[in-house]
């Protein structure tokens, strides 16, 4: 969708990712992330119009969480608010759709996640729906080693290619702070490891993590206010595959495909791409579909591979794009986020400085 | 008896015939014509969370298990908050300094509960009571008893009936319930925004 406001990310902060944040409650744990945001750039939660978040009862194992976590926004006197039960990066469309709409001209956006509390995979099996696969308790890694072993059997991707990728995510994200995984062993090291779900090693799959992200999304000239090299958003847009794992080619992502066309990423040069592939075999789908290569820089951050908190997960990536747009290491980047198993939902985003 | 639920051990809720409006499934023609039709399928689901209460009510807890109720200060309005969450819902901000606070307070709400729904409920008719501890900004919530129920009006003094303390655990349960104190009531218009 082409957006008529020019709308621009002006700040981003997150956790610094972790496999189990046991000392925190939710609340605690997203605090210092959102008031991180709102304090880089002197914000109030005052000058906020619209405020959006992501997160899942499924994962903090109560009722209405994010009512809760509300307390660290500090919504007194009443503020506008919503909330999705999605990434974050869905609560950022939201929040831009309104500003789009005049609604707002600014706006608050967190997802966040303890994944410790439960078993993340089982609990991801939750998306699957109720009649036909849920009673069957697939597991997330286990149904990522179907798509894995589908590519691999396309020749679309080796096992060499997949380790490739963990290495050099994990090699990246030794410049991240905030990373949980920094470094990684030597491909050839990699690929003598056994197997976690044939064909998928522990290498190819991403960290349990719990952390959060947040960013403040503001239009016009309110965000040359805030700072002085804004991350346009140029375009974003998001699509969904069919919901019947049986029923699709799982070697291609053709949401994301549409979704990137949408959001006009063919119209100029992509200098660097924030991609939200949990496993190493999805990025190559991703760059597939969104036809990246050649000088693109891919997952500077160490991506989810190196830290991976679900429903913050794709905000990150909006997040790690803005930042290197804001502080004028790039001049334009693509920023994507997924839901659902096997990147049946995706989520496409544009971002550019001025020239 | 009502049934338990077996993982928890306490009892389960059930509903009067007719208190919610719950009609019978009703089938199309077209499948209830060609087969017996399925109304609903059994997919048994269980999730297991070791769940993390967080710094501020992990001292809450704490403090239960030598019998001490301990809210927390908003950094701000100066608001103590209970039980406390380790959050200022007001302006965001962590709270910090925590504050001891009496098992005494005024019934800031209350209602006759008739219809048990499980958890512990006492037998029915039985009084659940909002309380605005002495001190406090929020209020928390426990049953009324050792009163008749005619009698329970808002701004009564009440006061905490603690289990013995050998069974102290960190725990709320810890309080088994609330009763009357004999004490003047407080005018219900100081209870006004803290129910």
């Avoid at chain 1, 499924?58 to 990434?87: C, N, R």
């Amino acid at each position: 969708m082409a957006p008529t406001r020019d709308v621009a990310i002006v700040s981003f902060a997150q956790s610094d990712h972790r496999r189990a944040a046991s000392d925190t409650n939710e609340v605690e744990m997203i605090q210092p992330v959102i008031h991180g945001a709102l304090d880089k750039i002197g914000a109030k939660i005052a000058d906020i119009g619209f405020t959006c978040s992501g997160s899942s009862d499924y994962l903090a194992g109560q009722a209405f969480s994010f009512v809760m976590t509300l307390d660290a926004v500090g919504a007194f006197p009443p503020i506008m608010e919503s909330h999705v039960e999605m990434d974050g990066a869905w609560a950022l469309y939201e929040a831009w759709l309104k500003i789009q709409a005049g609604h707002a001209d600014t706006a608050l956006v967190y997802g966040y996640s303890k994944a410790s509390p439960g078993d993340l995979p089982r609990v991801l099996s939750r998306q699957l729906d109720p009649y036909y696969y849920g009673p069957l308790w697939p597991d997330s890694v286990a149904l990522a080693g179907l798509q894995a072993r589908a590519m691999l059997d396309a020749g679309l991707i080796t096992e060499a290619e997949m380790a490739g990728i963990a290495h050099r995510s994990r090699e990246a994200a030794r410049g991240n702070p905030h990373a949980q995984i920094k470094g990684s062993a030597p491909i050839d090291q990699l690929l003598a490891e056994d197997y976690l779900s044939d064909p998928l090693r522990v290498h190819d799959v991403p960290p349990i993590t719990d952390g959060g992200a947040a960013i403040v999304l503001a239009a016009g000239d309110r965000a040359r206010e805030w700072v002085d090299r804004p991350a346009w958003i140029r375009g974003i847009d998001h699509r969904i595959d069919s919901h019947n794992l049986g029923a699709r080619d799982l070697t291609a992502a053709p949401s994301a495909k549409l979704a990137g066309e949408k959001a006009g990423i063919g119209a100029g040069a992509v200098d660097v791409a924030e991609l939200h592939a949990p496993f190493t075999h999805q990025e190559k789908i991703l760059t597939t579909a969104l036809g990246l290569g050649g000088s693109t820089v891919i997952n500077p951050s160490g991506g989810p591979l190196a830290a991976n908190p679900v429903m913050g997960a794709g905000l990150i990536r909006l997040g790690e794009v803005a930042n290197r747009i804001m502080d004028g290491e790039a001049n334009r980047g693509v920023a994507h986020a997924t839901s659902g198993h096997l990147l049946q939902q995706n989520l496409v985003a544009v971002l550019e400085g001025d020239a | 008896m009502p049934p338990a639920d077996t993982d928890t051990d306490r009892t389960v809720s059930e509903m009067p015939d007719g208190l919610w409006s719950m009609p019978q499934p009703t089938v199309p023609a077209p499948i209830a014509d060609v087969a017996e039709p399925i109304q609903r399928i059994r997919v048994p689901a269980s999730m297991h969370y070791r769940y993390t209460p967080g710094t501020a009510p992990t001292r809450f807890l704490l403090g239960l298990a030598e019998k001490k109720i301990l809210g927390e200060r908003d950094p701000v309005n100066g608001d103590v908050y209970v039980p406390p969450r380790g959050m200022s819902p007001v302006v965001g901000l962590p709270t910090t300094e925590q504050v001891e606070l009496s098992d005494h307070g005024s019934l800031a709400a209350f209602c006759v509960v008739h219809i048990g729904f499980g958890v512990n409920a006492p037998p029915t008719p039985f009084v659940s009571a909002l309380v605005l501890l002495d001190g406090a900004a929020t209020s928390v919530y426990g049953t009324l008893l050792e009163i008749p129920i005619e009698e329970v009006r808002i701004g009564m003094r009440v006061e905490a009936v603690w289990v013995d303390d050998a069974e102290l655990t960190t725990s709320f349960e810890n309080i088994r319930y609330w009763r009357p104190l004999d004490e003047p009531d407080v005018p219900a218009a100081t209870l006004q925004g803290h129910m």
